[in-house]
Nanobody, 122 residues
């Protein structure tokens, strides 16, 4: 089992940047694929990005390609989401999640953090 804690959210102006971090507990972090998801008020939780256990494979939703970068440091049990050129429509609660397989589907992720709020003002 793995426990996840996100940090790094906040309020930023459009065009700005934030870096989210997700710290994982447990010795098996490096065996999990990791994902970032987000949920805006009144909307379903949606996939943002995923990274393989080794960090060698990444995948993004089209709306963040070229702006967001997912990475991981297995020595620190941490996964990151660098968000640049932020837009008001990126406003949401951002969640990290762990999966044995990795995919864009929430059902594939049994472990979730509590979320961190990102607000982008226009």
């Amino acid at each position: 089992q793995v426990q996840l804690v996100e940090s790094g959210g906040g309020l930023v102006q459009a065009g700005g940047s934030l870096r989210l971090s997700c710290a994982a507990s447990g010795r098996t972090f490096s065996s999990y694929a990791m994902g970032w998801f987000r949920q805006a008020p009144g909307k379903e939780r949606e996939f943002v990005a995923t990274i393989s256990w080794s960090g060698g494979t990444t995948y993004y939703v089209d709306s963040v390609k070229g702006r967001f970068t997912i990475s991981r440091d297995n020595a620190k049990n941490t996964v990151y989401l660098q968000m640049n050129s932020l837009k008001p429509e990126d406003t949401a609660v951002y969640y990290c999640a762990a999966s044995t397989g990795g995919s864009p589907y929430t059902k594939s992720y049994p472990y979730w953090g509590q979320g961190t709020q990102v607000t982008v003002s226009s």
